[in-house]
């Protein structure tokens, strides 16, 4: 697929939102450019044809993540200042310039966006996958099918993870109640 | 004036690619400069979300439907990587609460969340 206009103004959108939340001194304001980062990446999804990841990322990446960041900073203080931006510190710059350009010349050997023989899109698990999931499951939807049904265990590890990580969070804010 | 209009062919047929270098290289600048450590989160997250918009656009085929299995439908996309990310989407929204929770543990016991002070606090 070449690049069409929708595309192009998704990514410049996401990339200035990002930088937005990267140099924009005050927090509720980077948290702000980050949830208007994370729908403009969940609409990102619906163009390449992702849907469950696109309502997944608007949910929990733009909904439960914002609301998460803004209890934090509710309990917790934003920095108070008159600059609007975070001075750049260009030793860094610098660094990831270096990161960048490095992972930046490997792009030319991926293949096109699209391209029906690339390795992933017409690969051979690809096809098994389209080809039986819904005579092996009766799900219509593959990515469920192979979410709940080929790769449960994934999903179950998955779930350990979220409980795990609710048991964290609260044995860790209650010390701070009780103490 | 060949090496031009190649460089431009690369940016048009794999424009979202760069958008990942991009997006990783801001997460990365993120998570070493910002001094609060909510912005350093929040990098975390875009660091992630460049390895996501990796992960789908491998998946994508041009003129392809969604991966829901009807008759005479295809091509469609490929679901494996969107089921990959939707459990990464997951636990990176896990990883946030827990990284968030000791933010707000860290501000209870210090009263700062600036990482040059809490530094210095930590030493004396």
């Known amino acids: 697929m070449s690049l069409t206009l929708l595309q192009g103004a998704l990514l410049v959108f996401v990339l200035c939102c990002a930088v937005g939340a990267a140099l924009l001194k005050d927090t509720l304001a980077a948290v702000i450019a980050f949830a208007a980062y994370s729908l403009g990446i969940s609409i990102i999804w619906l163009v390449l044809q992702a849907p469950?990841?696109?309502?997944?990322?608007?949910?929990?990446?733009?909904?439960?993540?914002?609301?998460?960041?803004?209890?934090?900073?509710?309990?917790?203080?934003t920095p108070e200042t008159d600059r609007l931006f975070e001075p750049i510190r260009w030793r860094t710059v610098?660094?990831?310039?270096?990161?960048?350009?490095a992972l930046g010349a490997t792009v030319p050997s991926l293949p096109?966006?699209?391209?029906?023989?690339?390795?992933?899109?017409?690969g051979e698990i690809t096809q098994y996958y389209l080809e039986h999931a819904y005579k092996e499951t009766q799900v219509k939807n593959a990515v469920t099918a192979v979410l709940a049904a080929y790769?449960?265990?994934?999903t179950l590890g998955e779930a350990v993870v979220v409980f795990s990580a609710g048991v964290v969070a609260l044995s860790v804010l209650r010390r701070e109640v009780f103490a | 004036m060949t090496v031009d209009v190649?460089?431009?062919?690369?940016?048009?047929?794999?424009y979202n690619y760069y958008a990942v270098v991009l997006l990783l290289?801001?997460?990365?600048?993120?998570?070493?400069?910002?001094?609060?450590?909510?912005?350093k989160v929040i990098g975390m997250n875009i660091f992630q979300t460049g390895i996501f918009l990796f992960?789908?656009?491998?998946?994508?085929?041009?003129g392809a439907n969604p991966p829901v299995v009807t008759k005479g439908g295809g091509p469609y996309v490929s679901p494996l990587p969107h089921v990959l990310i939707l459990t990464a989407i997951v636990v990176g929204v896990s990883l946030?609460?827990?990284?968030?929770?000791?933010?707000?543990?860290?501000?209870s016991e210090y009263g700062t969340l600036d990482e040059d002070t809490l530094e210095e606090l930590y030493y004396d």
């Not at chain 1, 790769?151 to 994934?154: A, I, L, T, W």
């Open chain 1, 52 to 77: 469950d990841v696109g309502l997944t990322e608007a949910a929990v990446g733009a909904g439960i993540m914002t609301i998460l960041f803004i209890l934090a900073l509710a309990n917790t203080v």
């Open chain 2, 96 to 107: 946030t609460a827990v990284a968030l929770a000791l933010i707000v543990r860290i501000y």
């Open chain 1, 112 to 122: 096109a966006i699209g391209d029906p023989t690339a390795p992933v899109a017409g």
């Open chain 2, 55 to 62: 992960f789908i656009t491998l998946a994508y085929r041009t």
């Open chain 2, 25 to 39: 290289g801001i997460g990365l600048y993120m998570l070493i400069e910002s001094p609060n450590l909510v912005k």
């Open chain 1, 94 to 101: 610098l660094f990831v310039g270096a990161f960048v350009v």
């Open chain 2, 6 to 14: 190649l460089q431009l062919d690369l940016l048009t047929s794999r």
């Open chain 1, 151 to 154: 790769r449960g265990f994934d």
